[in-house]
């Protein structure tokens, strides 16, 4: 083997490594959302009194490297013991989206919920939250995340009710 061949099969081989990367690197830098959720009081600005109301406040993080468009906010629920045969899926209806997301930005929608909604979203066996994108991707809360907040929506209810 001359010294020319060498260099051509060194310089096929790199070829291939470096079109193997860039591959890899576009197909890593699809858009990503996570997904948080917790029940909030309000505070009016420039005044410190507290509303008595609460709500649902749902945020959408763009943790990807592009931008990304969310075109909506839903819940994954099960109203059986084997989930296939009973899935169901709420889609809320959410007061500023479909939205716009740039690398790192935010955004969060805010739902006045009662007591009794509360009460709904436990008894309606909701296994998760989601929001889905422009190509009809869902990105879904992440299971520890959303055993602490159905945690503290189950806290809460409890303490409504004793507060009865």
């Not at 420039?46 to 008595?52: A, F, P, Q, R």
């Not at 075109?71 to 045969?85: A, D, E, R």
């Not at 995340?145 to 159905?150: D, I, T, V, W």
């Amino acid at each position: 083997m001359s010294v020319g061949e060498c260099t051509a099969i060194t310089g096929v081989a790199l070829g291939g490594i470096s079109l193997g990367w860039n591959i890899l690197n576009e197909i890593r830098k699809t858009p990503k959302a996570k997904v948080y959720a917790m029940i909030a009081n309000l505070i009016q600005p420039g005044s410190h009194l507290k509303d008595d109301n609460d709500y649902l406040n749902v945020t959408i993080a763009n943790v990807g490297t592009r931008s990304i468009r969310i075109n909506g906010l839903g819940f994954t629920g099960y109203k059986w013991w084997w989930h296939p045969f009973k899935k169901k899926n709420f889609i809320v209806l959410p007061k500023r989206l479909p939205i716009y997301l740039k690398d790192g930005e935010e955004h969060t929608e805010t739902f006045l919920y009662t007591k009794e909604d509360f009460n709904k979203l436990l008894q309606n066996d909701i296994q998760n939250i989601y929001t889905y994108d422009s190509l009809d991707r869902k990105h879904y809360m992440t299971w520890l995340k959303f055993l602490q907040f159905r945690q503290s929506v189950r806290k809460h209810v409890l303490d409504s009710a004793k507060a009865k």
